[in-house]
Every structure is written in structure tokens, then in C-alpha cells.
């Protein structure tokens, strides 16, 4: 009871941070682009969209950071005995991200919002720039210890924990490089997503003036060719992650296929209704594509969860080895099934813009607004296929999860997931209601004299 209830509050934080994280990377790339874009071309347009956008950005990173630090604590909190063991390996990456990443992103977002009217534009750019790459370098160093839980290397296990014996092969790890660029790649059509949908709402909405219509339009269509651009490279590395994952985690590929008995030539199933073990009601599956998939081959073998299990049982005794099948299965397809949708759309906006008619489609506006969701559930539903199919494992081969967690009360960890739940529900609505804010924020102040200048001292009063 108390290892189920501990799951399921690490699986609600951690699915609500990284709702915020995408965002936020996504987007101090695009702030960072839209005002390198009115600096070099001396365009005020572009300089207004980036301040728009960036009071978006500061509210998914305020958030993000929020539910970050929770998401460190659980470490302590319900996961005791996964931390002692995993500690000497997540020491070092993690401190890297909060000393290196963090603080550059904490110390170059105070000087990007209260520097503008006080550096030069060349210095206040930079400033925004570094806040992105701090963002990025974060990922990066978090991933470098969720990778090692995937795919541990450059480690020796001693009295019971888990000893970093190489620290440039946990860097190296082949499993992090991967997930790093596939991350990263999502983000910023993440933050794409949503600056198009905002975009072509505001370039229709009522209260639009010339001025602002023209100026979301030109936004429509960068957001559109970003969003095609990084959801295309972001399909091609994840192939690349499939096919890593068949030789490292061939129990995860299997378990997102429901592939019970090793194939050759096996056909990749679009969508099941029924049993995924027994005879379904209906299938629809593309014949070899599994095993293309896989290893680039027509009839290469991809193994089943049979053969998988028989060899982990013989290997590390006996037991349960196989994932929860239908979460893995259905998380796998929701992910790729909003990517294709996302790639659908922005090629649409792309399409349309290239004809000269992005400002003329109603049907494109709504699904451009509705395409804000597709990344989110991308990322959520990919999350979960990462953590849930690596089951029963916490480390690969290393630990179970159910080894992992704390000697908690069972009543402990229900309080506190209810109050988590009670809390990011709030923390949730006022995120939408301030994005929404700061969507509707009138165009035709932002960016005027006075937005962001000193505040005029008051006679008598020194500054």
C-alpha cells in the first residue's frame, strides 16, 4: 500500500513539473530568438513579441522552479532507500545542474527583467541567451541521472550503494544523450505550440488593431516553422531512442508493442481494441514496421516479453519482470499519436502561410488553439511511457522499486499526496488564469515608454 501510494505522489509532481519544464525551455529559446531578431533587424515588432512572450515565460518558470524544488524533497521523503543507494552516482550531476545551471538561469533572468532600460542591448540580449542555455544545461544534468536509472554505466556497487567510478561514462552514456536531445527537441516545439495558438487568437481577436495583426502574423508563422522544424527532428531522434531502447530495455520495447513471443518481421500495432494479451476486437497494424523499427530491417527479430521475462528470471531470480502492459502500450501511442498531430498542424501553418492565407483559415485558428495541448500530452504521456516500462526496476538491473521506497506510514503518504493534489490544483488554475492574462495583455502597451523604466522618485526622496 504505502510503495503504491508513494508511486502515484512521485508519478502527480513529477507529471505537473514537467509540464511547466518544456514550457519554459521552449520558450526562453524563442524570447531569446524573437529578441536577437529586433536587435539585428532594429525591429520594434519583433522587440514588443519578445516582451509578450516573455511575461508567458516568466510564469512557467516561476512555476517550474516551485514545483522543482518539491520534486527534490520527494527524494528524501518517500524514497529514502533509493536515495542512500543512488546517492554517490546523482551527487555529482545534480549539484552540477543546481551550482552551474540553476544559478545561471536565477542570476541572468533578474538581470534580463530589471536590466533592460539599464544595459545596453548587445549585454541585455546576452543576458536572456544565458538564461536559455541555463535552462537547456539543467535538463541536461537531470537527465544525465534519470539515463543512469535507464541505463547505469561507469559505476561499481559497493557495501550496498551504488559508487560513480566514472564520471566522463555517466556524461557519455549513450541512453542521455538520446533522451537530452529528444527532450530538448520537444521543448522547444513545446514552446512553439503555444506561441502559435496565442499568436493566431491575437491576430484575429476583435480588439486587433493593424498594427498587433500584423505583428502576431509574422509570430503565426515563425511559431509554425519552429514547431514543424523541431516536431520533425524530434520523430527522427526518437527513432534513434527506439532503437537504443530495443538493445538496452528490450522488455520496454516489447511491453509498448504487447508483443508476447519473439518475431521476425513483426508488424507494428497502430491501435488495439480489446485484450492486449489474449484475441483482440479489432486491430489495425502495419505489417514489418516493428521490426524496421527496431533495426532498420524487414524482418528483423524484435523479442517478445515471453522470451524477455524467461531470460531477467534466469538472470536475476524469480519474479514479475514485465511493465504494467496497457500503460506502457497506450502511453507509447498517445505520445506518438500528438506528435504526428502536431506535425499535421504546423505543416498546415506552414502551408498556408507559403499561399498566403494563414490569416484566412478559421479552421486552422481553432486547431492551432487546440494544439497547445498536443505537447503537453506528448510530454506527459512519454514521461510516463519512460518511467512505467521500465518497471519492476527503479535502476535497471540494479534495483526494484519496490526496494526503494522509505519506511513511511501508509497514512503519512496519503495525507501528503492529498494535499499535493489539493495544492498543485491551485497552483495549476492560477498558472492558466495568469497565462491567460497575459495573453489577452494589450499589445499596444507593451514596449511603451514607462513599461519597464525606473518608477519617478517622489519629491524629497532619494533613490
Known amino acids: 500500500m504505502t510503495l503504491d501510494l508513494a508511486r502515484w505522489q512521485f508519478a ?154 566514472d564520471f566522463w561514462a555517466l556524461l557519455a552514456n549513450s541512453t542521455l544523450w538520446v533522451s537530452f536531445l529528444h527532450t530538448v527537441l520537444g521543448a522547444l516545439a513545446t514552446g512553439g505550440a503555444l506561441a502559435l495558438g496565442i499568436s493566431i487568437w491575437r491576430a484575429h481577436r476583435a480588439a486587433a488593431d493593424g498594427v498587433e495583426r500584423a505583428a502576431f502574423r509574422r509570430a503565426t508563422a515563425f511559431a509554425a516553422a519552429l514547431v514543424l522544424v523541431t516536431v520533425v527532428l524530434t520523430a527522427i531522434v526518437g527513432d534513434f531512442q527506439a532503437r537504443l531502447m530495443d538493445v538496452q530495455e528490450p522488455m520496454k520495447m516489447a511491453a509498448a508493442e504487447a508483443l508476447y513471443n519473439t518475431q521476425n518481421g513483426a508488424s507494428f500495432s497502430l491501435l488495439t481494441i480489446g485484450n492486449l494479451s489474449g484475441q483482440p476486437i479489432f486491430q489495425i497494424r502495419v505489417p514489418h514496421l516493428l521490426s524496421l523499427i527496431a533495426d532498420l530491417s524487414w524482418n528483423g527479430q ?87 516500462g521500465r518497471q519492476p526496476w527503479i535502476v535497471y538491473g540494479l534495483m526494484q522499486t519496490a526496494k526503494g521506497v522509505s519506511t513511511v506510514g501508509a497514512g503519512d503518504v496519503a495525507l501528503t499526496t492529498a494535499a499535493f493534489v489539493a495544492v498543485y490544483t491551485i497552483l495549476g488554475v492560477l498558472a492558466v488564469v495568469l497565462v491567460l492574462r497575459a495573453a489577452r495583455h494589450p499589445f499596444d502597451e507593451i514596449g511603451e515608454p514607462g513599461d519597464d523604466a525606473e518608477p519617478t522618485p517622489a519629491p524629497g526622496l532619494v533613490y
Open 12 to 165: 502527480i509532481v513529477t507529471v505537473f513539473h514537467f509540464f511547466f519544464v518544456p514550457m519554459t525551455i521552449g520558450l526562453a529559446f524563442l524570447v531569446a530568438v524573437m529578441q536577437t531578431l529586433a536587435l539585428v533587424r532594429k525591429d520594434e515588432t519583433w522587440d514588443r513579441l519578445s516582451r509578450f512572450f516573455g511575461r508567458i515565460f516568466l510564469i512557467s518558470l516561476a512555476v517550474g522552479v516551485v514545483t522543482g524544488i518539491v520534486l527534490e524533497f520527494e527524494f528524501g521523503l518517500n524514497w529514502s532507500a533509493f536515495s542512500i543507494f543512488v546517492g554517490n552516482i546523482f551527487g555529482a550531476p545534480l549539484a552540477i545542474e543546481g551550482l552551474l545551471a540553476f544559478f545561471l538561469e536565477s542570476t541572468f533572468i533578474g538581470l534580463w527583467i530589471f536590466g533592460r532600460e539599464r544595459l545596453s542591448p548587445r549585454v541585455h540580449l546576452a543576458t536572456i541567451w544565458l538564461v536559455s542555455i541555463g535552462t537547456i544545461l539543467s535538463a541536461f544534468f537531470i537527465l544525465a541521472a534519470n539515463a543512469w536509472m535507464q541505463h547505469p554505466v561507469g559505476y561499481a556497487v559497493e557495501g550496498g550503494q551504488a559508487v560513480l567510478t
Open 302 to 388: 524484435v523479442i517478445g516479453i515471453n522470451q524477455m521475462q524467461a531470460t531477467e528470471a534466469a538472470r536475476y531470480g524469480a519474479g514479475n519482470y514485465a511493465p504494467v502492459l496497457w500503460l506502457t502500450y497506450w502511453s507509447f501511442r498517445t505520445m506518438v499519436g500528438a506528435g504526428i498531430l502536431m506535425i499535421a498542424v504546423s505543416a498546415w501553418g506552414v502551408w498556408l502561410w507559403w499561399r498566403k492565407q494563414l490569416a484566412a483559415s478559421r479552421w486552422f485558428r481553432r486547431a492551432a488553439l487546440a494544439g497547445i495541448g498536443l505537447p503537453i500530452i506528448a510530454n506527459a504521456s512519454g514521461w510516463i511511457f519512460t518511467e512505467a
